[in-house]
């Protein structure tokens, strides 16, 4: 598990989400600046050097974005919409009990950000690149994604499930192990995604003042 950098974020083929619906020329130009915005960062890659990589005209591009900052828009927002997703179908399918749509809520926020590790990286570091009309829709996304994790654990703390002081603070720091991901974690045979999720899970529950196995 060594440290990401540049070179290795460029090295892993960058991802779409499954639920992407861009296609031929549109989702090469997404997948590639997805490539070069993560090892690069936003301000290091031109249309110029995003053109370069697809092998085409940098006016080509302007058919189908009107500029760099309309491709980071697109990516920010199907990264949050995946994200999103993922969470409201993790806690559907977990039943009724506050620990256990806990678990549900912190298995999929990891498996996203350690399967899509150049999306999250571009998501989360570059969203702050845009103009605030086109980053708010993705920020309202990331505000209702906060807000089923701090349902859950209000849930939990009113039933007496969960014991904390500071829920926000606890909300944080359980959405921060997933944000960081990307920078360290390589998948091995010791530590596959699952595994990190399941132990992702059981950190964010002894936090809440659950003992493990409960």
């Known amino acids: 598990m060594a440290s990401s950098s540049p070179s290795r974020l460029r090295a892993r083929k960058a991802v779409l989400p499954a639920s992407a619906l ?4 549109r989702r090469r130009i997404l997948e590639t600046a997805l490539q070069l ?3 690069r960062g936003f301000h290091d890659a031109s249309i110029r050097d995003l053109a370069k990589e697809l092998e085409l005209r940098p006016s080509a591009l302007y058919a189908h974005f009107p500029s760099k900052e309309h491709v980071l828009a697109e990516l920010v927002r199907l990264g949050h919409e995946a994200h999103h997703e993922g969470l409201r179908t993790a806690l559907l399918g977990a039943g009724a009990k506050p620990v256990e749509q806990l678990r549900a809520l912190v298995r999929a926020h990891t498996q996203l950000h350690a399967t899509h590790p150049q999306l999250a990286v571009v998501v989360n570091d570059e969203i702050h690149a845009l103009p605030p009309e086109l980053a708010a829709p993705s920020l309202a996304l990331r505000e209702q994604s906060s807000a089923l994790l701090m ?28 944000l960081r991901l990307p920078y360290w974690f390589e998948p091995t045979p010791a530590l596959d995604v699952d595994a990190l999720a399941d132990l992702h899970a059981e950190l964010a529950l002894r936090m809440l003042g659950v003992k493990a196995g409960k």
């Not at 349902?151 to 926000?168: H, W, Y």
Request: charged share 10%.
């Open 37 to 39: 915005f993560a090892s």
């Open 22 to 25: 861009a296609d031929g020329t």
């Open 151 to 178: 349902a859950v654990i209000e849930r939990g703390r009113a039933q007496g499930v969960f014991s904390v002081p500071n829920a926000g603070v606890v909300a944080a720091a359980i959405s921060a192990m997933g």
